[in-house]
T-cell receptor, first 114, second 114 residues
Framework: GQQLNQSPQSMFIQEGEDVSMNCTSS?????WLWYKQEPGEGPVLLIA?????ELTSNGRLTAQFGITRKDSFLNISASIPSDVGIYFC??????????????FGQGTILTVHP | DGGITQSPKYLFRKEGQNVTLSCEQN?????MYWYRQDPGQGLRLIYY???????QKGDIAEGYSVSREKKESFPLTVTSAQKNPTAFYLC?????????????FGAGTRLSVL
């Protein structure tokens, strides 16, 4: 099946630093979603993006829907220890049916050192 | 509380045994999904259902079966034909009627082979 290329695979940062991660696809998407997963739990939605160029914030998190519709970016500012987890991007193909079948990136593992 | 409930949290399978993972949602969502998660990989779609009494194969359906007899329930059976069943299994649901529908996830079931 189709996969998204998510990078970096892992990040080790100090508390207070900013974080950036991104996803790219060979296909055009009409929706980009960013999820966070903590150990032993299911992913939780952070931000949803629906229009090319859209920039959306959720607290210290900011995500953008790339102009080409083939990429998306997530930034976390002033990281704190509870930001630790796996961050996944997910996209839905343009022209897909409304039931919302998603393609997921491989995830970015974030570790924050106090 | 509204949400998606997966059970059990941990499950062990013996050689040649079929096991069934439960997924129940009280969000009144039409669509439900099953994903498999392996370390270092994104979520891979096993089966999905857009409506009661209908379901479709995802990207890795071999060795799995599902049923959708009720809107609230979408159980997944891992059959003996699945030779590498050890993984974290995630169930999700979404309101298929909305163009901007979001998938919401349960807390997962971790399946191991004895």
């Amino acid at each position: 099946g189709q996969q998204l290329n998510q990078s970096p695979q892992s990040m080790f940062i100090q508390e207070g630093e900013d974080v950036s991660m991104n996803c790219t696809s060979s296909s055009i998407f009409n929706t980009w979603l960013w999820y966070k997963q903590e150990p032993g739990e299911g992913p939780v939605l952070l931000i949803a993006l629906y229009k090319a160029g859209e920039l959306t914030s959720n607290g210290r998190l900011t995500a953008q829907f790339g102009i080409t519709r083939k990429d998306s970016f997530l930034n976390i500012s002033a990281s704190i220890p509870s930001d630790v987890g796996i961050y996944f991007c997910a996209g839905r193909n343009a022209g897909g049916t409304s039931y919302g079948k998603l393609t997921f990136g491989q995830g970015t593992i974030l570790t924050v050192h106090p | 509380d509204g949400g998606i409930t997966q059970s059990p949290k941990y499950l062990f399978r013996k050689e040649g045994q079929n096991v069934t993972l439960s997924c129940e949602q009280n969000l009144n969502h039409d669509a439900m999904y099953w994903y498999r998660q392996d370390p270092g990989q994104g979520l891979r779609l096993i089966y999905y259902s857009q409506i009661v009494n209908d379901f479709q194969k995802g990207d890795i359906a071999e060795g799995y079966s599902v049923s959708r007899e009720k809107k609230e329930s979408f159980p997944l059976t891992v059959t003996s034909a699945q030779k590498n069943p050890t993984a974290f299994y995630l169930c999700a649901s979404s309101d298929g009627k909305l163009a901007k529908n979001i998938q919401y996830f349960g807390a997962g079931t971790r399946l191991s082979v004895l």
